[in-house]
């Protein structure tokens, strides 16, 4: 493949470029010399990964491989490849901060759920390394074994629930069989509502599975048991899972910051309709997440609109700021309008690498780059690569999703949104779903030429996720070809602002204490309703709280927000006290209360003094009724005493 050094020198200035033909076998010493060096060293080679690896040794600091072969020199535009190249090598000086793990234990107790003796014969595979129980739901006419080293019972799962290592299963039908069963198993009288734990459950009863996404469910395994090949690969499977297992802790969750709930009120419930798993449930004010069911989509973290939930696989602005480096080399390495390729690795690699061998190759203006999870994209991460530089942006999924990715399709829409109110034609923002790498080349090289922004944004990637996104619309704003101030969103958007009905509002400020950012406000020195655009997250809690019922959200990026003040919804002159002259109320309310119950309640008659109670402040109000030693039933007729149980027995048992 052709190296353009010049344009990786251009664009990497600060390094030391080197350019060799044979580095993993004639020309290894100079390797040898430049790995006993200290600093940072990228290998743009991860064929020989592990060569190098040796050869360095013990080094100070690490080094990074970048396959910038199958990603950009093999292909037919090879030859303009440089800028991708050198975009490929700057994200590799991107370092990701370590992420926490969860430990996951097994002590090997599994239980196999069939029908018939596919589920026994699994059993026999497995009871040599595991701790078998199986259990036969709705069991035919099955002949027992002369002997079995494992226990065979009869049940069907009513429900499940739990992780690796601490399944809890709840069984209906549950029975033992008789030890006298001869030709075919004979239960014991069924009894229901068992429940029964474990660490592995190995599913072969062809049902529908025992979990939402259970292809993302550690410990619980699923196959067809008229597939011999899938059973066996399964029962190879579960053989293992015995011991202390570690998986990332995918999401970092910040209860305090959380939307979700106050008072009992629904707020915000993002995360709970986009997990796929489960693993998110409701805790109160706020929701709580199982990282030992968690399985890593991210998209909870990529809606939650306050940053309770972040990702750690990198964390937003580590992914943003990889994306600013490559992008930012590209343009600086004489490259133009780059097409950003997500992709999961695991699956776009494998794509990358067939076209790059059989095919032409990606085009030299796609740069790819390789996520956790597809759906662990913000919508920061969009709207920050346009403003950095990109043209088009194409997320790369399988043909069939492992999971629903409904979060990644809202993300898209939002971002579709924006950058189609500010005058970027075309389709700019949308997934690839295909398994095929003729069908993934074929639909890049239909992008066509889209322009990008002329001066690509270079502001730094500091802050929280609603950080990040705030200083990407802002520098997509000052970039756009046509830049608006107000751009309407979808529903479901985490920025906007609120719309209350003024003549409904009662100013009883319910709002301002649900809500949790401080978008709405008040004043202590009068009765006035604020609202702050930038703080809005559009949970719903004013909404849900509101006694009245007049506020609703309004999903929109307003460019102006950030620089504008509080803006009064609605202010109304207080209510004073009549002894004291301290403001406690709002004077309509007070009235209208006052109004209400003059004459019409037998605690204030026409024309009594007591009224006068009503409006005062709270310590005047005690003050007063002290004095007057004011008793709210005078004047009320005399009450029958109250009823005993006595009264309510027949005449005969009171008597007794």
Not at 434 to 455: F, R
Request: aromatic content about 6%; some cysteine; overall charge negative.
């Amino acid at each position: 493949m052709r190296l353009d050094v010049a344009a990786i020198k251009h664009a990497c200035g600060n390094s030391s470029i080197g350019c060799f033909r044979h580095l993993c076998g004639a020309e290894l010493d100079h390797f040898r010399e430049v790995a006993k060096t200290d600093g940072p060293l990228t290998v743009a080679c991860t064929y020989q990964q592990s060569l190098f690896a040796e050869e360095a040794g013990e080094r100070s600091a690490p080094i990074a491989f970048v396959n910038i072969r199958e990603t950009a020199g093999w292909s037919s535009e090879g030859a303009q490849a440089g800028p991708k190249m050198a975009a490929l090598l700057a994200a590799s000086l991107v370092q990701a901060p370590d992420y926490p793990l969860v430990t996951l234990a097994s002590d090997g107790v599994i239980l196999i759920y069939g029908r018939d003796e596919a589920a026994i014969e699994a059993g026999r595979l497995l009871s040599d390394h595991l701790d078998v129980t199986v259990m036969l739901t709705k069991p035919g006419e099955i002949t027992p074994p002369a002997a079995t080293p494992f226990p065979i019972v009869k049940g069907t799962i009513r429900s499940a629930s739990g992780h690796f290592g601490a399944f809890e299963l709840t069984i209906d039908d549950y029975a033992r069989p008789r030890p006298s069963s001869r030709d075919h198993y004979v239960f014991d009288n069924p009894r229901s509502g068992t429940t029964s734990r474990c660490d592995i459950v190995l599913d072969l009863s062809g049902d529908r599975p025992l979990f939402p996404a259970h292809d993302l469910r550690d410990g619980y395994l699923r196959a067809d048991p008229r597939d011999p090949s899938a059973l066996l690969r399964v029962v190879l499977n579960a053989r293992d899972l015995v011991g202390r297992f570690d998986k990332p802790k995918y999401i970092e969750f910040t209860p305090d910051l959380c939307a979700h709930s106050r008072s009992n009120l629904i707020g915000c419930h993002r995360c709970l309709d986009l997990c796929p798993t489960s693993a998110i449930t409701p805790a109160g004010n706020h929701v709580a997440i199982s990282a030992e069911i968690c399985a890593g989509c991210g998209q909870c973290a990529a809606a939650c609109p306050t940053g309770a939930a972040s990702y750690a696989l990198p964390p937003a602005d580590t992914q943003l700021q990889t994306i600013r480096a490559m992008l930012l080399a590209y343009h600086q390495a004489g490259g133009s309008n780059p097409v950003l390729l997500l992709h999961e690795g695991h699956h776009g690699t494998p794509l990358i690498d067939a076209l790059a061998r059989h095919g032409d190759g990606l085009p030299a203006q796609v740069i790819p780059l390789a996520v956790n999870e597809a759906t662990q994209i913000g919508l920061e991460a969009i709207i920050g690569a346009f403003a950095y530089g990109a043209s088009a942006f194409r997320i790369l999924l399988r043909a069939k999703p492992r999971h629903d990715v409904t979060g990644l399709i809202q993300t898209i829409g939002m971002a579709e949104t924006i950058l189609a109110g500010l005058g970027f034609e075309g389709r700019r923002v949308t997934t690839i779903e295909t398994d095929d790498p003729d069908a993934l080349l074929d639909q890049l090289k239909g992008i066509g030429q889209l322009a990008a922004v002329e001066t690509p944004a270079t502001f730094k990637t500091v802050g929280k996720r609603r950080d990040l996104l705030r200083f990407a619309l802002g520098e997509l704003h000052r970039l756009a070809p046509r830049p608006v101030d107000v751009i309407a969103l979808p529903q479901g958007a985490p920025i906007g602002a609120v719309s209350v009905d003024t003549e409904g509002c009662t100013l009883c400020l319910s709002c301002v204490s649900a809500c949790p950012t401080g978008a709405l406000r008040d004043d202590p020195e009068r009765p006035v309703l604020k609202f702050v655009e930038d703080a809005c997250v559009q949970c719903g809690l004013c909404q849900s709280t509101c006694p009245e019922k007049v506020i609703t959200l309004k999903p929109q990026v307003d460019f102006r927000a950030g620089r504008a003040p509080a803006i009064v919804i609605k202010e109304e002159e207080p209510a004073l006290c009549i002894r004291c002259g301290t403001p406690f109320g709002v004077k309509s309310t007070i009235d209208r209360i006052a109004a209400k119950l003059e004459d019409r309640h037998w605690m204030y008659p026409a024309g009594d003094k007591r009224l006068d109670v009503i409006r005062m402040c709270a310590d005047c109000r005690v003050t007063v009724m002290s004095e007057q030693q004011f008793d709210p039933f005078a004047g009320l007729p005399e009450r029958a005493p109250p009823r005993t149980a006595e009264d309510y027995l027949p005449r005969s048992e009171n008597k007794t």
